[in-house]
């Protein structure tokens, strides 16, 4: 089973500044396709999961630039270049490149200071 | 517009059964896989199991392995988890999501307690 570790697990981010999570995997997600299949997911508090990021770095409609995926092989990271009220909640990536079981990580709760 | 709606989420007694509906609307379901993905409170997400178009595959998560049956029926267009044998540390939002996890359902509630 892949493991996906993410750090920090709670970033207290200003208003206006960067912001970055790390997720890395136990083995290497590139799948034997040549995709890599790490994907980036938001909750808001009594929401359901929304996906950001898919394969790495592959932005999902509606989320704007200013929230970037990137890594390769066991390292990937979330970065927000400019944080928003609406940016606060949990962070999770996920793998599908190795599955069964698909395994996500343990979440990153973004809260502004 | 994607719509998810998940339901049969409720209390249930330790051992007891449930069966969880997701139904979907703006697309047609046959075409795509269809994956349960579950949240205790309080915790992060966990994959629970997942069915291929045309039932190519099943997958369960270790936890639900021998416990739970997922099964669809695409004229319906919806999918169907039938929990058997539930167990306090099921207790969970549980949501339906589509192929590649990019439209979800807002969960139903399953509570399981004595």
């Known amino acids: 089973e892949v493991v996906l570790t993410q750090s920090p697990l709670f970033l207290p981010v200003t208003l206006g500044q960067p912001a970055s999570i790390s997720c890395r995997s136990s083995q290497s997600l590139v799948h034997t396709d040549g995709n890599t299949y790490l994907n980036w997911f938001h909750q808001r508090p009594g929401q359901s999961p929304r996906r950001l990021i898919y394969k790495v770095s592959n932005r999902d409609s509606g989320v704007p630039d200013r929230i970037s995926g990137s890594g390769s092989g066991t390292e990937f990271t979330l970065k927000i270049s400019r944080v928003e009220a609406e940016d606060v909640g949990v962070y999770y990536c996920?793998?599908?490149?190795?599955?069964?079981?698909?395994?996500f990580g343990g979440g990153t709760k973004v809260e502004i200071k | 517009e994607v719509q998810l709606v998940e339901s049969g989420g409720g209390l249930v007694k330790p051992g007891g059964s449930l069966t969880l509906s997701c139904a979907a609307s703006?697309?047609?379901?046959?075409?795509?896989?269809m994956n349960w993905v579950r949240q205790a409170p309080g915790k992060g997400l966990e994959w629970v199991s997942s069915?291929?178009?045309?039932?190519?595959?099943?997958h369960y998560a270790d936890s639900v392995k021998g416990r739970f049956t997922l099964s669809r029926d695409d004229a319906k267009n919806s999918v169907f988890l039938q929990m058997n044998s539930l167990r306090a540390e099921d207790t969970a939002i549980y949501y339906c999501?589509?192929?590649?996890?990019?439209?979800w359902g807002q969960g139903t509630l399953v509570t399981v307690s004595s």
């Open positions: 996920m793998q599908g490149t190795h599955w069964p079981p698909l395994t």
């Open positions: 069915i291929g178009s045309g039932v190519t595959f099943i």
């Open positions: 999501a589509v192929q590649t996890y990019d439209y």
């Open positions: 703006g697309f047609s379901l046959n075409i795509y896989s």
